[in-house]
């Protein structure tokens, strides 16, 4: 089992930036792939990025490249996500999960994550 916990969520006005945390606890933290994902009202789940166990891969989604940076410290068993240019359009609550193996290949399907945190709310607005 991985416990993750998101953190950093807040109000931020568009253009601005942000970073979240997900700090994760359990069997070997840093075996896991780790995703974040982000959610609005109404809609589904997307995938934002992913970052590969041994910080050698990372993944984005389109609407988020070169705006948005993934990074680990697996010392610290956290991931962060830095995000820039952020605007109304970015959804509202960002989630961060482990997958469902250790060691395994990069994915951006949330059914590869079993282990979710309860999610951090992001606002843009002025």
């Known amino acids: 089992q991985v416990q993750m916990v998101e953190s950093g969520g807040g109000l931020v006005q568009p253009g601005g930036s942000l970073q979240l945390s997900c700090t994760a606890s359990g069997r070997t933290p840093s075996a896991y792939n780790i995703g974040w994902f982000r959610q609005a009202p109404g809609k589904e789940r997307e995938f934002v990025t992913a970052i590969s166990w041994s910080s050698d891969a990372t993944v984005y989604a389109d609407s988020v490249k070169g705006r948005f940076t993934i990074s680990r410290d697996n010392a610290r068993s956290t991931v962060y996500l830095q995000m820039n240019s952020l605007n109304p359009e970015d959804p509202v609550v960002y989630y961060c999960?482990?997958?469902?193996?250790?060691?395994?290949?990069?994915?951006?399907?949330?059914?590869?994550?079993?282990?979710w945190g309860q999610g951090t709310q992001v606002t843009v607005s002025e």
């Open positions: 999960a482990a997958a469902r193996v250790p060691y395994g290949p990069i994915d951006s399907g949330p059914t590869a994550y079993s282990y």
